[in-house]
Each structure stands twice: as C-alpha cells, then as structure tokens.
C-alpha cells in the first residue's frame, strides 16, 4: 500500500488523536451505487440468508493454499461478513476492506476490529503494484458503471500468480425493478465477466454458476416482477423494495439446493450468481 498513518486497532491521524475506524480516499455515498440506507437494510438478511453464505463459502473456498501472512483484500467489503469469515480462515492474515459507505466501514471495523478499511473507489484503489496475494468481491461489480477498470485495478495490484474470487448476479434477462433500486449497472451474461477479465489482462481460472437447481423459479418471479412492477418509481418503488428486505429470509429449501448442487457431475451454464476466479498470470 501507499505510505498511510499507523494502525493500532484503527487508524491514528494525528498526534494524540482518537483512531478512526477507515481512511477516506473518496468522498462517499454519492459516488455509489449504493446508499446508507441500503446498507442498513441489507446489514442483518445478508448475514444469514443461505445465498448469502452460499457466497461467502464459494470464495473463501477459492482463497485457500495462500501464503502464511497473506495480504487479502475485499472489495466491496460492506458491513464485513465475508471479512469475518476471512479472519476465522486466515487468522493471519493483512485483511484489507473497501468501500465507499461510511456505514458499512464503521460496522465492518465493529465485527472485524484488525482489518484496515479504507474508504475508496474500486476503480482507483490506493494501493501499490503488485501488492495484494488475493482480491476477493461478492456482489460489487454490478454496482460499478466502468466494471472493466475495476478488472484492470485488480490486475495491477495482484501479485504475479495471485488470484481474484468475485461473484456478481446472472441473468440479464433477470433485471427488475429491485435490480433497478439497488443500483445495478448490470446482470451479468454467462460469460461476461470472464470475457471483461481477459481483456484485462487477467486468466480465467473458474467461470461457473451458484444456485442453478432453484433458478427457473428465481427466473419465473423475476418474469412477474417485471411484467407487474416494472414501472414502479419514487415512493412506490421504495416500498417495495423495503417490503421485499423486509420479507427476506433463510430457506430450508435453499439450503437443501445447496448440498444437492454439489452433487452434480456438470455445471450447469444457467443460475442466480456468477462465480468467477482470475489469476494474475506470472510467478
């Protein structure tokens, strides 16, 4: 990283001041796709939701076999979940966290109080060449309107041989007005992202779908989203979407998908979320 302030349990940024839970290299929520009050909606559904854990367990997964010591960053890092499972995994580790919600950076420093977090854009992250041993993302890519300099930070800060795990939404043909409210540039076709990958100069390692075995339903309530409330705006569309985080919860049934889909012999090429791993070609 660039030379910063020391760290003793948040950052010091002045001579006897109080530490500051992250450093801000960009100005916030209006630079997002995203917002405080998302943050605060989403905060609790996604600690538990299985598709959330889904997630999380597919890229700790691909982050294993590092290097003692490893430098780990999480981009798009939140209230800090997949953070908290890194530091139980790599106990460690330099876990590295950024965002640009000053909400989910002060939750993510009260779960995970060793992790630096820095308030950044992805698409100019304040971090040296070739500094990070792995970058790992869930759900932040459809955020960004340029998703192909986000791949080309990662690139250069990767070091040669490093990986980066990142799952973002599949399915254009999905996009509603959920979608719409919570920022998204994009679903992602099969293949997209590992295409943007490559012209980042990046290998394509893994290139597979989550949740296959419950799409056609996700795609069939998406169909009805669409047609019904595609037209939803202002105050009406905000209700919506609260009534829908509100009405989120974890699924037996979901979780069941979940041990049977590993059971499969072949990946299907359809699903709710995209997993893909890169690798920074080198030694």
Not at 129 to 145: F, G, I, M, Y
């Amino acid at each position: 990283m660039n030379l910063v302030p020391p760290y003793d349990g948040g950052w010091a940024v002045a001579d006897g001041g109080s530490p500051v839970p992250y450093l801000a290299y960009a100005g916030g929520t209006e630079e997002a796709n995203w917002s405080e009050e998302l943050e605060r909606l989403h905060s609790e559904s996604s600690r538990t939701h299985f598709l959330d854990v889904w997630t999380r367990t597919a890229i700790l997964e691909q982050t294993r076999g590092l290097r003692e010591r490893a430098t780990i960053v999480d981009l798009g890092c939140s209230t800090g979940h997949l953070l908290h499972d890194l530091r139980f995994v790599h106990p460690d580790a330099t876990l590295v966290g950024v965002d640009l919600v000053a909400s989910g950076l002060r939750n993510a420093h009260a779960l995970v109080p060793t992790a630096l977090l820095i308030q950044a854009d992805v698409c100019g992250l304040p971090l040296s060449d070739e500094s990070v041993d792995a970058v790992v993302s869930a759900n932040l890519l459809e955020h960004v309107r340029d998703d192909r300099r986000a791949l080309l930070e990662i690139h250069r800060v990767l070091r040669p041989g490093a990986r980066a795990a990142i799952v973002v939404p599949a399915g254009p043909g999905t996009y509603d007005y959920y979608d719409r409210f919570l920022g998204h540039e994009r679903r992602y076709a099969r293949g997209e992202l590992a295409g943007k990958a490559r012209d980042a100069g990046l290998e394509v390692v893994v290139d597979k779908h989550l949740a296959s075995l419950i799409y056609p339903a996700f795609w069939l309530v998406k169909q009805r989203n669409r047609r019904r409330y595609g037209d939803l705006e202002g105050e009406r569309l905000e209700q919506r979407v609260a009534a829908d985080i509100a009405g989120t919860s974890d699924s037996r049934l979901g979780r069941i998908s979940w041990r049977l889909e590993k059971l499969l012999p072949l990946q299907l090429p359809f699903g709710i979320r995209n997993l893909v791993v890169l690798r920074r070609m080198g030694q």
